[in-house]
């Protein structure tokens, strides 16, 4: 899995815990909180009073991007919330606890299978090499 969508699966998982937890009077805090991150990250800017245009094409990229990524990550997490907020059936805390300890053992797995493809070439290169040697 790519780490983007493992951040975005997290962030719905999250998401959806918090739903499932919110009583009504807890709605509009938690619109107002939302909104307040939304404002805050697309009024962040980065200093480009350079002399350098190269430099300031990139903090400008890098602003947008920023601004692009945490304004996403808030609405996935509105979404969710709302979502769960009307729909408390569709996932309990088990199975989101559950479906988190799933993607953190898909993680780990995903980790260690390129070091153990690894350690398989080299087994089965020595075990050709035994072979070879012992054979003649």
Do not use: C
Not at 84 to 92: G, L, S
Request: proline letters at 3%; aromatic letters at 12%; zero cysteines.
């Amino acid at each position: 899995m790519k780490i983007i969508n493992i951040l975005l699966l997290v962030f719905l998982l999250t998401a959806f815990a918090i739903g499932i937890s919110m009583t009504e009077t807890e709605m509009p805090v938690i619109n107002q909180a939302l909104d307040n991150a939304t404002i805050i990250a697309t009024n962040f800017t980065f200093d480009t009073a350079t002399n350098d245009t190269y430099a300031n094409g990139v903090l400008l990229i890098t602003e947008k991007f920023f601004h692009f990524i945490t304004v996403a990550m808030v609405e996935v997490m509105r979404i969710g919330i709302l979502f769960e907020h009307d729909n408390p059936e569709y996932f309990t805390p088990q199975f989101i606890i559950g479906i988190v300890k799933l993607i953190i053992w898909a993680m780990i797995i995903g980790t260690l299978a390129v070091p153990i493809m690894y350690l398989v070439a080299f087994m089965i290169m020595l075990a050709i090499w035994i072979k070879n040697k012992f054979s003649k």
